[in-house]
């Protein structure tokens, strides 16, 4: 499953009171019916349907369900550091492309990209590591974080 990339250098989209409301909402709780999105933010069931439909259309949001990688068999997940030779954009879309990776992004520091990844274990990270990431044209060296334990992982950071 791979995630929409998000537009960079784009203006955000101005979004209304409501719309704002129906985003939190969902936030709170992705499984909320369209008929309490409404009775909370003043709509009718099919208007929140509608504003969901041209917010998740228009990228400004997904309704995804997340999960909790060791429950489903990921036991070894970690960030990796980048350091890229060349286009990062390019290095980065094939990052993207990888099943393991679950999230891209360029950075300006000491790394030109930071992907985290998700394994079922210590040898299919090694693996990933060695037969994929580091192969792709372009990447000059990689410094791996591996996670010990998740200690904060929230999405309902609200809108402005």
């Known amino acids: 499953m791979s995630a929409a990339p998000r537009p960079s250098t784009s203006k955000p989209v101005q979004l209304d009171d409501v719309s704002k409301g129906i985003i939190e909402q969902l936030q709170n709780d992705g499984r909320r019916s369209y008929a309490e999105i409404g009775k909370a933010v003043g709509l009718s069931e099919a208007a929140v349907r509608q504003r969901v439909q041209k917010l998740t259309e228009a990228g400004v949001m ?18 990796v550091g980048i350091c890229v030779t060349g286009d990062t954009t390019r290095v980065a879309e094939q990052l993207g ?46 410094e791996t974080f591996v996670y010990l334990r998740l200690h904060k992982q929230f999405y309902n950071w609200g809108t402005r």
């Open 97 to 142: 492309q990888l099943a393991a990776v679950d999230y891209v992004v360029l950075t300006a520091g000491s790394f030109d990209i930071l992907a985290e990844v998700v394994c079922e274990n210590d040898d299919d990270l090694i693996d990933l590591l060695n037969k994929q990431i580091r192969n792709i044209e372009g990447v000059q060296s990689t």
């Open 62 to 79: 997904q309704v995804v369900a997340v999960t909790d990688p060791m429950q489903l068999g990921f036991y070894r997940q970690a960030m």
